[in-house]
């Protein structure tokens, strides 16, 4: 199985400052297509997940523009540009290049 | 609008087999490129795969509880079923069901873009 490592778990944040949270994982995750299957969730607290970017880079459907991804390979990095209140939850990273899915361990992001 | 709901037990006996029911709208499990799948989490833990249905009935489940796992489709009730035998305390977990889509041709991997609510299963005795 390809194992997906998050840091940091937790995170505090100031309203309006960015944040940044990395994952790695034990496996390349570029496919021979040439895309690379890393992929960002928010799970809002009560809430099941929701994806906020495919593909290391690409933002979902209503996605605001603050999210980013960047990467490649084995490292990864979700950025949140201003962070909003809105924000808080646990964030996941999953790879699906490979069966097994598997996700990372979650960071917790809470406004100071 | 895609949407996903599970229903099923709240409670099972040790030993017992779980049925969770996955029944969506909004889309067709027979369209080339479909899939859903079952995702759970253990109350504050990270999240787990489990099993995964295609539009063409192909069917992957988690290595480590292939054997106690079997996940079936009813396109006319659009409804995917999950069925986990003996269950056991660890087992206890939200459960989700989810929309899974690919964003190339046949041999591109698919991921999950549509989540269900969850059902909260509680094992015990």
């Known amino acids: 199985d390809i194992v997906m490592t998050q840091t940091p778990l937790s995170l505090s944040v100031t309203p309006g400052q960015p944040a940044s949270i990395s994952c790695k994982s034990s496996q390349s995750l570029l496919h021979t297509d040439g895309k690379t299957f890393l992929y960002w969730y928010l799970q809002k607290p009560g809430q099941p997940p929701q994806l906020l970017i495919y593909?290391?880079?690409n933002r979902f459907s209503g996605v605001p523009d603050r999210f980013s991804g960047s990467g490649s390979g084995t490292y990864f990095t979700l950025k949140i540009s201003r962070v909003e209140a809105e924000d808080v939850g646990v964030y996941y990273c999953?790879?699906?290049?490979?069966?097994?899915?598997?996700f990372g361990q979650g960071t917790k992001v809470e406004i100071k | 609008q895609i949407t996903l709901k599970e229903s099923g037990p709240t409670l099972v006996r040790p030993t017992q087999t779980l049925t969770l029911t996955c029944t969506f709208s909004g889309f067709s499990l027979s369209t080339n490129g479909v899939a859903v799948g079952w995702i759970r989490q253990p109350p504050g833990k990270a999240l787990e795969w489990l099993a995964l249905?295609?539009?063409?009935?192909?069917?992957r489940y988690s290595p480590s509880l292939k054997s106690r796992l079997t996940i079936t489709e009813d396109t006319s009730k659009n409804q995917v079923v999950l069925t986990m035998t003996n269950m056991d305390p660890v087992d206890t977990a939200t459960y989700y069901c989810?929309?899974?889509?690919?964003?190339?041709?046949?041999?591109?991997?698919?991921?999950?873009?549509?989540w269900g609510q969850g059902t909260l299963v509680t094992v015990s005795s």
């Open positions: 593909e290391v880079s």
């Open positions: 249905i295609y539009w063409d009935d192909d069917k």
């Open positions: 989810a929309h899974s889509s690919r964003s190339g041709g046949y041999n591109t991997p698919y991921y999950v873009d549509y």
């Open positions: 999953m790879q699906s290049i490979q069966l097994p899915w598997t």
